[in-house]
Nanobody, 119 residues
């Protein structure tokens, strides 16, 4: 039984920073590909960032430079450091875990954490 628990979402001003955390259990975390996705009201869930077991990262163009994904295999936790936040970053952010050969949709999802960027 896979469990992914996100935390760290908050209300912040434009230009501010947040760090999201996702604590995983029930999976072989060290070999899993971990990702962050987000969904704003009325929008589809979209890819934000992904990190494979070896540490190689991938980012959506809209967040590249501003966001950074990382993982701590000893803590079974993946992080998303978000800097220079913009109002368009407002969304529910979801953690995803999948085996390397599986797509994100076939993997596991957390419950989400709300990030709101507003003046």
């Amino acid at each position: 039984q896979v469990q992914l628990v996100e935390s760290g979402g908050d209300l912040v001003q434009p230009g501010g920073s947040l760090r999201l955390s996702c604590a995983a259990s029930g999976i072989m975390f060290s070999i899993a590909t971990m990702g962050w996705y987000r969904q704003a009201p009325g929008n589809q869930r979209e890819f934000v960032a992904e990190i494979i077991s070896g540490g190689t990262t991938t980012y959506a163009g809209s967040v590249k430079v501003r966001f950074s994904i990382s993982r701590d295999n000893a803590k079974n936790t993946v992080y998303l450091q978000m800097n220079s936040l913009k109002p368009e970053d407002t969304a529910v952010y979801y953690c995803n875990a999948r085996p390397p050969r599986m797509s994100a949709r076939g993997g596991s999802w957390g419950q989400g954490t709300q990030v709101t960027v507003s003046s």
